[in-house]
């Protein structure tokens, strides 16, 4: 009776599921204790994929943690549109698409959108973004 390498590997998958669901809470304790004794650890390397050498945080890290902070928001695309492009535009704004003031270096900037149906209008300033100006125009 011979197998073939795919049907063993299955075996062995299905064997690691079935003792990963019996054995739930060990797993859960390795985990915990594995976080205890290596905390410091674990947060170098955290800090060491954020953050460049001189505390800004790395452009890769910023731009998903940007771009998932607005897919969280409910923002939709508008059709042809992609993440890349909107994260490019907004970065690249030099002055807000409400009032028309420059921003400032480290300026908080938002990304406007529609509430009711998630579609990106535009880059504002904060001051633009609380009075909802985008609305208007």
Not at 48 to 77: H, I, P, Q, T
Not at 116 to 133: A, T
Request: aromatic share 12%.
């Amino acid at each position: 009776m011979s197998s073939t390498l795919e049907e063993r590997l299955q075996k062995v998958r299905d064997s690691n599921n079935r003792w990963k669901q019996n054995n739930k809470d060990k797993i859960k304790e390795y985990n915990r204790k594995y976080k205890l004794e290596n905390r410091e650890y674990i947060k170098l390397s955290n800090n060491e994929y954020r953050w460049d050498n001189e505390g800004n945080a790395r452009f890769s890290y910023r731009k998903s943690n940007v771009k998932s902070g607005w897919k969280n928001k409910g923002m939709v695309l508008n059709e042809g549109e992609t993440w890349d492009e909107i994260f490019e535009i907004y970065e690249t704004t030099t002055e807000c698409m409400g009032c028309s003031r420059p921003f400032k270096k480290g300026e908080k900037r938002c990304l406007d959108h529609n509430h009711e149906f998630g579609h990106i209008r535009g880059v504002i300033c904060y001051s633009c973004n609380k009075l909802d100006i985008l609305c208007y125009v």
